[in-house]
């Protein structure tokens, strides 16, 4: 009862001066909206963010192997050849926590059909279960290849959207021939859009194809030369004594003609592949999934108990994680933004509140002789400083909420309520009219009242 | 015992390292039911006196006993508490809050009062005090759509709103032209003489001083003359002490 006559009688005497009011609580209007705004996008940009991760797969792990070192020098990630088709098929069956695994090889070189031709960002050498670990089984058009096409290393591939785009101009290059490194590979699907993902990179400038016919027909083709310029150069690099710069490796054998190649490939000592991707059950058996694969190509790869790990497991958790913590980081670092322009709106509360004691001095002269005490007169310039401040929480949310809409409508940004932002808004706004009231009632409530009656 | 006993009551000011004695020791004693003027020159201590009286300030030294309580020592709280109860003031310049209607004027010590009235309890009081000062028909009116002698009417309402005992009047009339001053002072007569409140008003104004019982008038922080007034009016009373 008192309280609720103590809240009118500020908000009574806020209705007196309206437009100081007004201009007074701009600064908490506008530090809650940006509090509210902050908040909200924030909200938005992450879960946008998981949605993006877990349409991406979010329980596919990456394997690939370790980084190869020499003279305290080491290379990175991939730069030793430790992972085998056959990893691949002893992780499928023997660790539980994995759903499906495939190896990939990759490689890097021109497409080409007709008189057009295309360079494909991705270019994988996999096995059908890729389609499945990355959750792509549905074909836009014909049918994936099978194992037995990996076994006998047949030269069909499928082909991404751009791919499509980009080589057949919108006709279906289902059946078609195109010519990879001048070997002939007959389309059998194409694979459905996935767009870019949230590297931007897109997707669908793949081309699959058996592991075995990428890594023995078109990078793989002899065991000294893995790249196609090389060969070609040395081919025509005469070896002399002039050459100040030998750049060339040298080859120990005649050189065979890429018809030789085409038709005897010779074997690699052991086949190694680049990666492998498993898919966990779920992402819940991710960290399961992780440690029966540590342990079984440990096991495999013939390490002992002090020798590192010559392979790495990466998880989209992880990325995910990460990701989510760069968002919040950024949400926390608008927010400490946000939050200095609430404090610099309670220090305009306190400056107006102390002006406002100032000017009624009288009137707190007189409410002290009909027996107001210093505790009520206290009371009321704080319930005042707190009315103003909630009043301006309250301009903000609507503020807030209003700019953040406007966001989602003109700059397709995704946003999300979050009443805790509301309530945090409304929590911190009082706060400010409390913290910042504090001083200014405290002095109004020491006033003598005879001094203060007289007061011209 | 009397309605106010003052017993040796002085006040010194501390200017710095100099004393300033305004009161240099006062005792008197006040039944229920006077009209008294308190009078005097300026600086003679009279304003000093009344803000003791009033429950504002304390003296230095002496007693003072407002309803059989001694108050020269109490808190400040405590005496914030016994003005919302027993004491009414009365300004010289009013002091109305601006912008707020007459009803809610008068209302306004109610919300310290330790009896809670509801919100209607308070606006019936309110509007019944402004009544009794002949201003029933102004309760929404703001005080600048008042004559002057209707704010000091407004403001008398509102020291009387918690009924107290005694009422206080600093220059009442000194913000006031001769009619409407007659006006106030008549209601003051008639409170006293009809609800029985003690009114002591300051004042130097010899024809405010003529409607008391009896004027009291300090000089230089002593009282010089304590005397029954020689109106018609405290003829009528049959005098005081």
């Keep these: 009862m008192r309280v609720f006559t103590t809240a009118r009688t500020a908000f009574k005497a806020l209705r007196r001066n309206p437009m100081r009011a007004m201009l007074t609580t701009l600064g908490i209007v506008i530090g809650v909206g940006a509090v509210i705004a902050m908040m909200e996008i924030g909200a938005g940009s992450s879960s946008s963010l998981k949605k993006t991760i877990a349409s991406m797969g979010a329980n596919v792990l990456v394997i690939r192997p370790g980084t190869a070192s020499s003279g305290g020098i080491s290379f990175g990630v991939g730069t030793t050849t430790t992972l085998t088709p056959q990893d691949c098929q002893a992780i499928l069956r023997e660790c539980p926590a994995i759903h499906n695994a495939a190896p990939i090889v990759r490689a890097r070189t021109q497409v080409v059909y007709g ?16 389609l499945d670990v990355q959750d792509w089984s549905i074909l836009a ?31 279906s290059p289902v059946g078609k021939e195109i010519r990879i490194k001048n070997i002939s590979f007959r389309v059998i699907g194409v694979l459905t859009p996935k767009g870019a993902n949230m590297m931007g990179q897109d997707q669908d400038d793949v081309i699959l194809a058996p592991w075995t016919t990428i890594k023995y027909r078109v990078t793989g083709s002899s065991l000294s030369t893995t790249n196609q310029s090389a060969s070609t150069a040395a081919t025509d690099t005469v070896n002399t004594l002039s050459n100040l710069y030998p750049a060339d490796q040298i080859s120990l054998y005649p050189e065979r003609s890429s018809v030789q190649q085409a038709d005897n490939p010779m074997p690699v000592r052991f086949a190694n592949i680049e990666s492998i991707m498993a898919a966990a059950n779920n992402a819940g058996e991710i960290s399961l999934a992780i440690e029966q694969m540590t342990a079984l190509l440990r096991e495999r790869h013939h390490l002992r108990a002090d020798e590192p790990d010559d392979f790495s497991i990466r998880d989209m958790a992880e990325l995910t994680k990460t990701l989510s913590t760069t968002t919040t980081l950024m949400t926390n670092l608008l927010l400490a933004v946000a939050m200095i322009s609430l404090v610099v709106g309670g220090v305009g509360i306190m400056n107006i509140m102390l002006v406002s004691v100032t000017e009624r001095t009288r009137e707190i002269g007189l409410r002290m002789a009909v027996g107001a005490r210093g505790r009520d007169i206290l009371q009321q310039f704080l319930v005042e400083a707190v009315v103003l401040c ?67 | 015992m009397e309605l106010i006993e003052l017993h040796g009551i002085e006040k010194t000011y501390q200017m710095g390292d100099i004393s300033v004695p305004v009161l240099k020791g006062i005792s008197l004693s006040i039944r229920q039911g006077e009209l ?36 020269s020592r109490l808190s400040s709280d405590e005496r914030a508490l016994l003005r919302n109860r027993k004491l009414g003031f009365v300004f010289q310049s009013f002091n109305l809050l601006a912008r707020t209607s007459a009803i809610e004027n008068v209302a ?93 008003m300051v004042t130097h104004d010899p024809k405010v001083a003529g409607y008391a019982q009896r004027v009291i008038r300090i000089d230089d922080g002593l009282i010089q003359g304590d005397v029954p007034a020689a109106g018609p009016e405290s003829e009528a009373q049959g005098g005081a002490v």
């Design chain 1, 115 to 130: 008189n057009r031709n295309w360079v494909p960002n991705t270019m994988y050498g996999t096995t059908p279960a890729f």
């Design chain 1, 141 to 171: 058009e014909g049918e994936p290849f099978s194992d037995r096409d990996v076994l006998n290393g047949n030269r069909v591939c499928l082909l991404g959207q751009t791919l499509v785009r980009e080589l057949f101009e919108g006709e």
């Design chain 1, 390 to 456: 909630l009043t301006g929480g309250a301009m903000g949310i609507v503020l807030g909420h209003g700019g953040s809409l406007l966001v989602q409508l003109l700059l397709k940004w995704p946003v999300e309520t979050s009443p805790a932002a509301i309530a945090t808004a409304v929590l911190v706004s009082a706060g400010v009219g409390i913290i910042f009231g504090f001083y200014p009632a405290w002095k109004a409530s020491r006033f003598d009242p005879i001094e203060a009656l007289r007061f011209e």
């Design chain 2, 36 to 71: 008294i003027a308190l009078t005097g020159s300026s600086g003679s201590g009279k304003s000093t006196l009344m803000n003791i009286l009033g429950c504002l300030d304390r003296p230095t030294t002496g007693e003072y006993w407002l309803d059989s309580q001694e108050t």
């Design chain 2, 108 to 200: 306004m010590p109610l919300s310290y009062a330790a009896e809670n009235l509801s919100d209607r309890e308070a606006r019936g009081r309110a509007a019944e005090m402004l009544g009794r000062v002949g201003l029933a028909d102004r309760l929404d009116h703001y005080p600048s759509q008042l004559s002057g002698g209707q704010q000091q009417r407004v403001a008398i309402a509102r020291a009387l709103i918690n009924r107290p005992p005694v009422l206080f009047a600093d220059e009442p009339t000194g913000n006031l032209d001769s009619r409407t001053s007659e006006e106030v002072l008549q209601m003051f007569e008639r409170l006293n003489s009809e609800d029985g409140i003690t009114i002591i």
